[in-house]
């Protein structure tokens, strides 16, 4: 039994073959009608959604299965009961646990105390499923990965976290311009720095706006995250020359952008980028939707 609690619990090789059957189902969704018939699973979320939750629903449809989602916006897991007693009570009746977290050790728990695969639909640390949407759409676009440069723009978060891990992976170079003190995760880079290094790749954390020439993509995410009542209005000045606007597209030689969203326009982005002929956003949203059915039919 796998599961997909960070994204780096897979080798090259399986994320490759989680990419091209998402691409094959992208292209002949038909063939996979019944590709998990009759299996279920738990979509549990703690946090507000638009993209993960309807995509992993319409995932378990497409594939012949059923997803139940359980709302626990208003009841963070392991209040009513444990978390344990809540695995152990799904794991009778379902094949498969989706969780969209406030903690990864809510996630680490679930998979350890249950008996079925564990998805992490994002967690305080990671959105490893959103990463390989986001390099499917980058595969598509590019027709390559491998030293692919890309530069993400913005707060070091989960998105920022799973970038690395995932183009550490499929062989991309990233680098992370941040705000200094807000750069990704020192123990994930650390460990995804190795696995860049075995792979060909490198990543790099640079907190100089200035230096965004000569990439192929460039990927920005919200200044704030989720569940974060900081008004955007107060990170504003800190994050502003970080912002991707027309003229950082053209400074860049970036092909292509993309945003993770939901987008806070004109702030992390301008209109003009997002609606613009560079902008693939929506694309990498249509892709959660191929790479949820490959990763449950990898992983049921
Ligand atoms: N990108 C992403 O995870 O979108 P949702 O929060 O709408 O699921």
């Known amino acids: 039994m796998r599961h997909l609690l ?9 994320y490759l073959e989680i990419l091209e059957t998402a691409a094959a189902m992208k292209a ?11 299996k279920s699973g738990a979509i549990m979320f703690e ?24 709302d626990l916006q208003n009841g963070e897991l392991g209040k009513r009961e444990t978390i344990a007693d809540y695995a152990r009570n799904l794991c009778r009746w379902v ?54 440069k890309l530069a993400y723009l913005g707060d070091g978060n989960n998105v920022t976290n799973s970038l690395c891990v ?49 990439f192929d993509v460039l990927y920005t995410d919200t200044w704030v995250s989720m569940g974060d ?25 970036a092909q292509i952008v993309l945003h993770c969203l939901p987008a806070h326009r004109n702030y992390e982005i301008t209109d003009e980028v997002m609606d613009g002929s560079k902008s693939v956003v929506f694309d990498e949203a249509e892709n959660r939707l191929h790479i949820h059915m490959s990763l449950l039919s990898k992983l049921i």
């Open 229 to 253: 009542n900081t008004p955007l209005e107060s990170v504003k000045k800190k994050y502003m020359p970080y912002q991707v606007n027309q003229q950082l597209v053209d400074a860049s030689g």
């Open 47 to 70: 946090k507000p959604s638009l993209r993960t939750r309807t995509t992993f629903e319409l995932a378990f449809y497409r594939l012949g299965g059923h997803g139940v989602y359980l």
């Open 95 to 148: 094949d498969c646990l989706v969780g969209r977290v406030y903690s990864q050790k809510t996630l680490e728990e679930l998979a350890a105390y249950g008996s079925v695969p564990v998805i992490n639909a994002l967690s305080d640390l990671y959105h490893p499923a959103q990463a390989m949407a986001d390099y499917l759409t980058v595969k598509e676009h590019l027709g390559k990965l491998q030293n692919v």
């Open 166 to 214: 995932a183009g550490a992976i499929l062989g991309v170079d990233v680098t992370c311009f941040c705000p200094q003190g807000s750069g990704p995760d020192v123990q994930i880079f650390t460990q995804a720095s190795e696995l860049a290094r075995q792979h060909g790749c490198k990543l790099c954390v640079d907190s100089d706006p200035s230096h965004v020439r000569n």
């Open 6 to 14: 960070t994204g780096f619990e897979f080798s090259q090789d399986e």
């Open 28 to 38: 002949e969704p038909h063939k996979y009608t019944e590709a998990i018939k009759g």
